[in-house]
């Protein structure tokens, strides 16, 4: 073949490039409107998972899912690495080994997931346990959800304490900290990256920005997970905080750690983005004291109205009809008791003009030396779907709220780790309520399940499930954002009209 041959292939080629381009980018030339992004299952899917806990006594369990996705591409597979232990994308050294780092002490696989559709646990035991890094590809990518819960049966934050694993970003919102005497309250960070990363920890209180020198400029070396106590980043002690933690470069995985002497603790996952508006699903109908938290980051201050949205509709909690947040400064609400025996979601929306604010709840469970405490952050709508790994058939409640108007939602319980048969039920919401659903079980359910939302119709659904021991008081909650098993990407074509412009 000669040079010209050659040169005229080359061409070809990227002419076909330019022109698919032009396609997505530009109208077509009849000026109609170009097609709908079409929804595609991902193809990769990155996972960190923050060290359970520095207790001798702590059990974790690891559960990782990903459902059976129309689309999704064939093979692939998924695995957890101890942090720094990340291996090639084609899993291989440098001889060509398989490199076998997966969480636990002794360097084997904390789990090995076999196929989409089907649990797999792993676990853990002691105060020793690294962070985890993961990956997913191929078939296992979309919607892979892992679920790190932790046992501690004595000492400081005893309990139940449950995080689903997440994504790394650059950018993330912890209200309902704090650096008060009793607490103990750690800033986890995960770089899954092979370059460092640069973040500042910043801490607001009642009176705006608290002086935290030592939070500034930190790295956190590739591969590596840090844990950052936040009392040793300021001098001031404040009962209730909001944690800023912000990315100069690179990307990290971040989750607060909360821990009380008395009334144990759980993980506070990041907050939902600011926005005027924000829904805080699922606080158990036998909480015993429910206090929220809020803060604005804006420059406006924000007046939010506070409603409940219990089982029987919207109501308004006597006596915490408002909340009025200065801009900059955390103010939090004591709503004691306010689920009064049913479960209920709060809903904040502005009063007049919105502002954007970021909130969490703290929510408690018994009385005296039997309390135990969880957070809710406010938290996106589930989306095309959300995916809950970890579920037992006793210790499992699904909530779910419509805050908006009347959804219709369709719930899958998978296959159990150990042997079952997947179940499928639908729900009707009536706008403005809570349900905790009935949610479906395997049949013939060995070992744990996981639970997938797929709302069918209506306006916005938003979600989550509470984890429960034969422990009582003891209980852990998790929000149910979109999975993110679908991406949207542009529909192409050639155009080769740009070839005459």
């Not at 709302?455 to 979109?482: C, E, I, K, M, N």
Request: overall charge negative.
């Amino acid at each position: 073949m000669n040079r010209t041959t050659l040169s005229l292939f080359a061409g070809t080629a990227a002419l076909a490039a330019v022109t698919a381009f032009a396609a997505v980018d530009s109208p077509s030339a009849s000026g109609a409107a170009s097609e709908a992004a079409a929804r595609q299952p991902v193809q990769r899917t990155g996972l960190v998972c923050p060290a359970p806990s520095t207790s001798d006594l702590a059990e974790t369990t690891y559960t990782s899912f990903t459902p059976v996705t129309k689309g999704a591409a064939s093979g692939g597979r998924a695995r957890l690495q101890a942090a720094g232990e990340q291996s090639s994308d084609d899993g291989s050294g440098a001889d060509g080994k398989e490199k076998k780092g997966g969480g636990a002490k002794d360097g084997q696989p904390v789990l090995t997931p076999k196929a989409p559709g089907t649990p797999a646990t792993g676990d853990t035991s002691g105060g020793d346990t690294p962070a985890l890094v993961g990956t997913a590809d191929g078939s296992f990518a979309p919607g892979w959800t892992v679920q790190e819960t932790t046992e501690v049966s004595a000492g400081t934050g005893r309990g139940l304490l449950g995080v689903t694993c997440t994504g790394a970003d650059t950018d993330f919102w912890f209200p309902g900290a704090s650096t008060a005497a009793g607490r103990t309250d750690y800033v986890h960070l995960t770089n899954p990256d092979d370059s460092a990363a640069v973040v500042d920890i910043e801490l607001y209180g009642k009176d705006g920005a608290v002086k935290a020198p030592l939070g500034e400029n930190l790295t956190v070396d590739p591969g590596a997970s840090e844990a950052f106590l936040l009392p040793t980043l300021t001098e001031e002690r404040q009962a209730d905080l909001t944690v800023h933690v912000s990315v100069r470069g690179g990307r990290v995985g971040a989750a607060v750690q909360a821990l009380d002497d008395k009334a144990g603790g759980d993980w506070l996952a990041p907050a939902a983005d600011p926005a005027g508006g924000l829904v805080l699903p699922g606080i158990p109908k036998d909480a015993t004291d429910v206090r929220l938290t809020v803060f604005a980051p804006g420059d406006d201050d924000a007046d939010l109205k506070i409603r409940l949205a219990s089982p029987d509709g919207l109501i308004t909690p006597a006596g915490n009809e408002t909340v009025h947040v200065k801009s900059g400064m955390t103010t939090t609400v004591d709503l004691g008791d306010v689920t009064r025996g049913e479960p209920g979601s709060l809903v904040l929306t502005p009063t007049d003009q919105a502002a954007p604010v970021v909130a969490a709840l703290q929510v408690v469970r018994g009385k005296g030396d039997k309390r135990e405490t969880a957070f809710i952050p406010a938290t996106a709508p589930v989306g095309t779907r959300a995916t809950s790994a970890g579920n037992s058939a006793k210790g499992t409640t699904l909530a779910l709220t419509a805050p908006e108007g009347t959804a219709t939602v369709k719930v899958t319980a998978s296959a159990g780790s150990e042997g079952g048969t997947p179940a499928t039920k639908t729900y009707t919401l009536k706008s403005g309520t809570t349900q905790d659903v009935d949610a479906p079980v395997p049949t013939g359910l060995k070992g744990t399940y996981a639970l997938t939302v797929e709302p069918v119709s209506g306006g916005p659904v938003y979600a989550s499930r509470t984890l429960t021991t034969a422990d009582t008081p003891a209980f852990t909650v998790q929000t149910l954002p979109s999975d993110h098993g679908l991406v949207s990407v542009p529909r192409t074509g050639e155009d080769l009209s740009i070839l005459q412009k």
